[in-house]
């Protein structure tokens, strides 16, 4: 039997339609910063991507770009005056950063309110503590395909591979928040083969190209690559080995047009989740 395919860019459309009615009631435009360090070509794609998207269902977005010789103490001014700016209601840093600058202050130094990649520690905390907060954009995309395809995650054996701050980690706390019981595996884990084959729900987010098999999945499982790798002959594939592993799951999302675009949707919510909870606080 071939896997239902979960349509990831159907998704994301009708989030992002349904948020450009919502800004559209709106008495105000609420305000995102994108910050690019550097002139990455991989990074300055997702931020125009994101800056694009934005604008286009109502947030007036604003792409901050700084060049790759930055230092730190400078990215944290532009941070503070960000803010400091009350027209804005959400800031992102693109990561990678250059070298010379560690991430970790600088993750620290957007103001968690603001912080609609929801990677400051605060965010990471409330969200490990079952707390409202601005949650991670690529789990929360990978959630909502879950809910989309009808999966039950009460009781269901969850595999999260990749054990990143960006995915990995706040996927495994999302999906014990959703009653799953979470396994997350990594680059040591002894038999990914054996933990992938007691799965009911996979997320792939390992970063390596086509590292899960159609035989390390249970029949009928539901897999999500988070993945998005390019092969040296220039094709864009998954974590998992889509033509192989479409033959034996019950439900899969391509690379790319699953998890993906899912993110900047998430983005957005994101944006207009802190746009409303500030302005509601006051
Ligand atoms: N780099 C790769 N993924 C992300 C993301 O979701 N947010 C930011 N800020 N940088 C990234």
């Known amino acids: 039997m071939t896997a239902r395919i979960i349509d990831g860019k159907a998704v994301a459309a009708a989030l992002r339609a349904k948020l450009a009615r919502q800004v559209a009631t709106l008495p105000f435009r609420p305000g995102l910063a994108v910050v690019l360090v550097g002139d990455d070509p991989a990074s300055a794609i997702y931020v125009r991507a994101k800056d694009r998207a934005a604008n286009a269902v109502g947030i007036a977005a604003r792409t901050v770009r700084l060049p790759a010789d930055t230092s730190e103490e ?3 001014t532009h941070i503070a005056r960000l803010n400091a700016d009350p027209s804005m209601d959400g800031i992102l840093v693109q990561l990678p950063l ?7 202050a600088v ?8 912080d ?17 907060c601005l949650v991670p954009c690529t789990p929360t995309g990978v959630m909502k395909l879950l809910a989309e395809a009808g999966v039950a995650l009460e009781g269901a054996h969850a595999l999260v591979i990749g054990r990143s701050t960006i995915v990995g980690r706040p996927m495994g706390m999302l999906l014990l ?15 990914l083969a054996a933990e992938c084959r007691r799965a009911d729900i996979i997320v792939a987010a390992a970063g390596r190209p086509q590292l899960v098999r159609g035989d ?15 092969l040296p002959d220039g094709r864009l594939v998954g974590d998992v080995a889509f033509a192989e592993a479409v033959e034996i799951a019950g439900a899969i999302t391509p690379v790319p047009g699953g998890a993906g675009p899912m993110t900047i ?10 746009a409303l909870r500030r302005r509601s606080s006051g």
């Open 74 to 76: 400078a990215l944290i």
């Open 98 to 104: 250059p070298p010379q600058i560690a991430s970790q």
């Open 107 to 114: 993750v620290e130094a957007v103001d968690p309110d603001k």
């Open 116 to 132: 609609v990649d929801g990677f400051h520690p605060l965010n990471i905390g409330r969200l490990a503590s079952g707390y409202p």
């Open 177 to 191: 928040a959703g009653h799953a019981t979470v396994t997350v595996v990594h680059t040591r884990t002894r038999d």
């Open 216 to 230: 390390w999945i249970a029949p009928g499982a539901t897999v999500i690559d988070v993945g998005v790798n390019r």
């Open 265 to 274: 949707a998430c983005l957005l919510e994101n944006t207009v989740t802190a």
